[in-house]
Every structure is written in structure tokens, then in C-alpha cells.
């Protein structure tokens, strides 16, 4: 699992998306007092699918983007750069064959969380992508 967090953050390492969120990508979560926009991924589930040949890890990855813009510019660059960046594309990972990835769900939201200076409303697109790898 390792190698394929630190492909992650190779492939985004460097991207339109670190510009839009100033390098805040986070995995697990943000650092408390955290500037936004931010993006936090993390590993939702990993289902074995052992065949007679390979074996097969089924992730599920979640990036959560997160704005405090009040308009919906700052947050739909992020989806859009995000989109750029992982749908449909390949992944270098050290012991791994990497078969696909593919986004597969957007849920949005708007939240209130707690920082430094209070209380602050945000925009918090969570994107899931599924993750398909085979160690043969």
C-alpha cells in the first residue's frame, strides 16, 4: 500500500492541482490550522480478489477537496485539475501491475467546521476513484 500512496503524491507532485491548493495535499487528513483550499485523499476500502494467477487489490481511494471560497470557481478548478490529473490514467507503483483508474463517484457538500479563527463554512467535494492493481 505504501508504493501506491507514494505514486499518488509522485503524480501530483508538481500538477495543476498542488498550484490550485499550494502544495495542502494531505493524506489521512489536513494539519490542524490548515490553510485552504486543501486536498486530503485517503484509502476508503482495499477488497482482496485473489485469481489462480494473480493477485488482485480492489481500492478505493477518496479525494476530498476543500474551499472557503464563497463562489464556486476555486473549488470546480480543483475537480476539474483533479480529473485531469487521475481519470483513466496509469500509475507507476513498485510491485504492482497497475490495471486501472477510474473515477467513479462526486458527492458535494457544504460544511461547518472549526479552525483557529471560529467557525467557518466550506465547500467539501469528497471524489472517489477505484483503483484496480495485481501483484503476479
Not at 2 to 12: D, F
Not at 56 to 71: K, N, P, R, T, V
Not at 83 to 106: E, G, P, V, W
Request: charged share 20%; with cysteine.
Amino acid at each position: 500500500m505504501n508504493n501506491l500512496l507514494a505514486s499518488i503524491m509522485t503524480k501530483v507532485s508538481g500538477s495543476a492541482l498542488s498550484t490550485d491548493v499550494g502544495g495542502r495535499i494531505y493524506l489521512d487528513e489536513a494539519p490542524d490550522g490548515c490553510e485552504m483550499p486543501y486536498c486530503v485523499f485517503f484509502i476508503i476500502s482495499d477488497v482482496p480478489d485473489n485469481t489462480f494467477t494473480e493477485n488482485i487489490e480492489d481500492i478505493l481511494i477518496q479525494f476530498s477537496l476543500f474551499s472557503a471560497s464563497q463562489g464556486a470557481t476555486e473549488i470546480t478548478t480543483m475537480y476539474t485539475d483533479l480529473k485531469a490529473l487521475f481519470d483513466d490514467c496509469y500509475l507507476t507503483i513498485t510491485s504492482n501491475n497497475h490495471i486501472y483508474m477510474m473515477r467513479q463517484n462526486l458527492t458535494t457538500m457544504v460544511e461547518d467546521i472549526t479552525t483557529v479563527n471560529g467557525e467557518r463554512r466550506v465547500k467539501h467535494w469528497a471524489v472517489d476513484y477505484g483503483i484496480l492493481l495485481s501483484t503476479p
